[in-house]
């Protein structure tokens, strides 16, 4: 009850603040997702569908954004190519859901077999549709209104806020006493920070694996001594990734890694077997974790495939290395052939019927292909795919352009922590993960809204911005917003 009244007092708060400065209440709903998916947050208000605390503020916010951007003289100033491709994003995903929604054979048969209750129509439109559009709101928000450099800090210090407060229930609710070996990590993962947290831990373990890299690159723009303390921040993150157990994480945080340090920090790439080692001794279940597979004790139990005569050997099981997508990934492959064009829908996993076929003759529940790669071309085919994938191509150009772009520290910051979330969704889109936009995603949308008006900044700017040791005057890539 406490904490209720303590959450309803602050959305009271904020959505009063909103009428005098919607930009400061649009900071404080970013903040919540730090704890949108806790099981204490409310879901439904009088059985409404959708009306929750974090939606009613987000109402509120675009309210007050709508009456005040005119008063605050703001104009849509976003790059022509990334508007065409986000309204070419926004139309797959909305006949992918409609190509779903009026044939749901598949979907009920699923249900059935599964022994779940149907969903009603409202609920597929909430989760589906308004849901894949509302997530992406934050962003563009932030980029319209991300317009001197206070808002950038501002925008900037509530994503990152989200991702550390998240890292600190993970530290919370997986203390190192209880986990000694890869075993116990994974499933203590799987079981506590889905009910504690709400978030999956593998949508954790990528969401924090970018993370930890963008308060790394965004210590640039606030300098001094509390660059330390972002440095200590990014650790903490690290270190609560790690708790996860998510393997594809640890990979993801180290390609991301590689990459934002040999681009900018190569001094760096030295400190990483320290590093490393110093999660050796700190998290050693996490180690344990990564090798499960590769030795005949570690492997996964499977009493259904033992019954099929499934022989794993002596060697690596690639059944418990890759935990069932050995499986899954031909099945879906070879239906992806039957319609490499334009896919089935979305839920085309559920509505082709290998969920199903999956759990007959598997007993493995596969409710998407685990690769957000395979789920594009299965719903939209290469046509979709075609549409959507060059917008994240066109984001990670500019944010890579800004990284490297040593006039100013907010070019490191914005491109350093966009581009962190985005390479993170791209790499750990190969074992999990979707390109439908959902709770995970928002700080990316947030990421890539700031980055994008810091491009769009940078590209007002004269050459006499620019002093004769290639640095940016200060405040002078905010003087001119039209």
Not at 65 to 94: C, F, H, N, T
Not at 146 to 174: E, P, S, T
């Amino acid at each position: 009850m406490i904490r209720l009244a303590l959450l309803w007092m602050f959305i009271g708060y904020l959505g009063i603040t909103a009428w005098k400065d919607w930009y400061r209440s649009l900071c404080g709903l970013i903040l919540l997702m730090a704890v949108i998916e806790h099981p204490d947050m409310p879901k439904s208000l009088m059985g409404i569908q959708g009306l929750n605390p974090w939606n009613i503020l987000l109402l509120i916010v675009v309210l007050a954004w709508l009456i005040q951007r005119s008063q605050e003289g703001l104009r849509w100033d976003m790059p022509g190519k990334v508007k065409g491709l986000l309204v070419v994003y926004a139309l797959v995903i909305l006949v992918a859901f409609l190509r779903m929604i009026v044939d749901l054979g598949g979907y009920e048969e699923y249900m059935l077999l599964s022994e779940q209750d149907f969903p009603t129509t409202g609920n597929l439109v909430s989760e589906h549709l308004i849901n894949a559009f509302k997530w992406v709101v934050p962003g563009l928000l932030l980029f319209d209104g991300c317009r001197n450099r206070k808002r950038l800090r501002m925008g900037l210090a509530a994503l990152l806020l989200v991702y550390f407060l998240l890292a600190v229930q993970v530290i919370k609710w997986m203390p190192l006493s209880n986990i000694t070996s890869g075993g116990e990590l994974s499933d203590r993962s799987i079981k506590i920070l889905v009910n504690e947290i709400g978030f999956h831990r593998v949508n954790l373990s990528m969401m924090l694996a970018g993370a930890s890299w963008a308060v790394f690159a965004s210590r640039e723009f606030v300098g001094g001594k509390r660059t330390l303390w972002l440095m200590l921040a990014s650790f903490i993150i690290f270190f609560a990734q790690m708790l996860t157990g998510g393997r594809m994480g640890y990979v993801t945080w180290a390609i991301v890694g590689f990459v934002l340090l040999w681009n900018h920090w190569r001094r760096y790439l030295l400190f990483v077997p320290v590093l490393l080692t110093c999660i050796f001794f700190l998290v050693p279940s996490a180690w344990e974790r990564m090798s499960q597979g590769f030795t005949p004790e570690t492997y996964g139990k499977s009493s259904r495939f033992e019954e099929m005569g499934y022989e794993r050997g002596d060697g690596t099981d690639v059944y418990t290395v890759t935990a069932g997508r050995n499986i899954a990934w031909p099945l879906v492959i070879d239906k992806i052939k039957e319609s490499p064009l334009i896919g089935y829908g979305m839920e085309a996993m559920v509505q082709t019927g290998l969920t199903g076929y999956m759990l007959t003759v598997y007993s493995e529940l596969f409710a998407h292909p685990h690769n957000a790669y395979l789920q594009l071309l299965l719903d939209n085919g290469v046509i979709g795919a075609l549409c959507i994938l060059p917008f994240y191509m066109l984001v990670l150009k500019y944010s890579y352009s800004l990284f490297k772009d040593n006039s100013s520290p907010e070019f490191i910051a914005a491109g350093g922590c966009c581009l962190a979330l985005v390479l993170a969704l791209m790499v750990a889109s190969i074992g999990s993960q979707t390109f439908y936009p959902r709770e995970g995603a928002v700080g990316m949308w947030c990421a890539i809204g700031l980055m994008l008006r810091v491009h769009v900044q940078r590209s007002r700017l004269s050459t006499e911005a620019i002093d004769s040791k290639g640095k940016l005057a200060d405040d002078s890539l905010w003087k001119r917003t039209e």
